[in-house]
Every structure is written in C-alpha cells, then in structure tokens.
T-cell receptor
Framework: DTAVSQTPKYLVTQMGNDKSIKCEQNLGHDTMYWYKQDSKKFLKIMFSYNNKELIINETVPNRFSPKSPDKAHLNLHINSLELGDSAVYFC???????????FGSGTRLTVV | GEDVEQSLFLSVREGDSSVINCTYTDSSSTYLYWYKQEPGAGLQLLTY?????DMKQDQRLTVLLNKKDKHLSLRIADTQTGDSAIYFCAAVGGYNKLIFGAGTRLAVHP
C-alpha cells in the first residue's frame, strides 16, 4: 500500500486553465504539506494543514488554493495556470519529527 | 528564519567513500534529515539525527553533527553506482516545516 499517493503523476495543460492535484495518506498522520520543486531542484514549502486546519501558507499566489476535506486528504487547486507554475509538486505527511516526513512520488506539472 | 546550505556537486569513484556536507542556521532545530532523490522519483528519507547526538550510523551511512558549527555531514561508505542521486539536507523550521538545502548531486563513476 502506498503511504502517500498523489494523482495525477503527470499533468500537461495550457496557460489559463484550472487544474487540481490530489493527495491521500494512509499513515494516520495529522499534518500534510505541499512542496514545490522547481527546475533547479529547489524544494520549498507552500502549505501545511494539521487536522484540516491551515497552519502554513507561504508566500504563494492566491491562484493556489489547498483544500483538506479530512486529515487524510490534502488537495491543491490551481487557477489560471501560468508558465512559471511548471514544476514538480510533492505532497508529504508527518506525525512527529522523529519519524520524519513521508513524501509522495510527485506530480510533474507542465504548463504550455 | 532557518537557512540550509549544501555544496551542489560531488563526484566519486565507485568503492570510495562519499562525504556530503551541510550547514544550517537555526540551532533550535531538534531534528536534521537526509533525503535522497533519484532521477524522476520522489524523496526518500535516508536517515535523521536528533540534535543531542553527535553521530549516527546506519549500515553504509554515517551522519555526523557538529552543533557548535551547525554542520551536518553524510558519509556513504563503499559508494556504488546506485547511490548516484541528489541528496538533500533538511532542518525543521517554524511550524514544523522542513527547510531543504539546494541538494548535492552525487555522481559515481567506475
């Protein structure tokens, strides 16, 4: 069973479109995150939710809207996609710092 | 806020040891992590160290922590071609978020 699963794995879309990426974790963790990895492999946190409550909202354009229907799911909706949104988006979850953070396999978003 | 820095490239010969270095700024970071990313893949947690430890060994991996200098290193013994990947050092910042270094690209050649 995959611990943190993201769908889709690849997403190619045109500028201006709206798209969503879904994430689910079956680890029973309380906290979930979205990270963005750019073309130079830099990883930066975007959002985190703890038990469905938004904890971290880094300086992300408001075209990005996370939604957590329950503590096992954290989805990312992106409106009016731009070329600069092209990146790999990673979902992660954690329970406590000892166990570390478990990452999904990533969603490669390409905006054309 | 927390900042994490790593050297960007390391090239080693197969069978040699690799040492990847990392520095961080926030001394209150209680855990420090090493993640591995293979091409086209996600992030795999390799190991972590608690801030009150100086060293942790796990098979071919040895993590050394110098709290005074805020320096962390990952040593891979007997490096193999399968170890070629990007290695990320990460510290915990405010609100339990992971702050990553830029990643060290390890290339292993015969």
């Amino acid at each position: 069973d995959t611990a943190v699963s993201q769908t889709p794995k690849y997403l190619v879309t045109q500028m201006g479109n709206d798209k969503s990426i879904k994430c689910e974790q079956n680890l029973g963790h309380d906290t979930m995150y979205w990270y963005k990895q750019d073309s130079k492999k830099f990883l930066k946190i975007m959002f985190s939710y703890n038990n469905k409550e938004l904890i971290i909202n880094e300086t992300v354009p408001n075209r990005f809207s996370p939604k957590s229907p329950d503590k096992a799911h954290l989805n990312l909706h992106i409106n009016s996609l731009e070329l600069g949104d092209s990146a790999v988006y990673f979902c992660a979850s954690s329970q406590d710092r000892v166990g570390g953070y478990t990452f999904g396999s990533g969603t490669r978003l390409t905006v054309v | 806020g927390e900042d994490v820095e790593q050297s960007l490239f390391l090239s080693v010969r197969e069978g040699d040891s690799s040492v990847i270095n990392c520095t961080y700024t926030d001394s209150s970071s209680t855990y420090l992590y090493w993640y591995k990313q293979e091409p086209g893949a996600g992030l795999q947690l390799l190991t972590y160290i608690f801030s009150n430890m100086d060293m942790k060994q796990d098979q071919r991996l040895t993590v050394l922590l110098n709290k005074k200098d805020k320096h962390l290193s990952l040593r891979i013994a007997d490096t193999q071609t399968g170890d070629s990947a990007i290695y990320f050092c990460a510290a915990v910042g405010g609100y339990n978020k992971l702050i990553f270094g830029a990643g060290t690209r390890l290339a292993v050649h015969p």
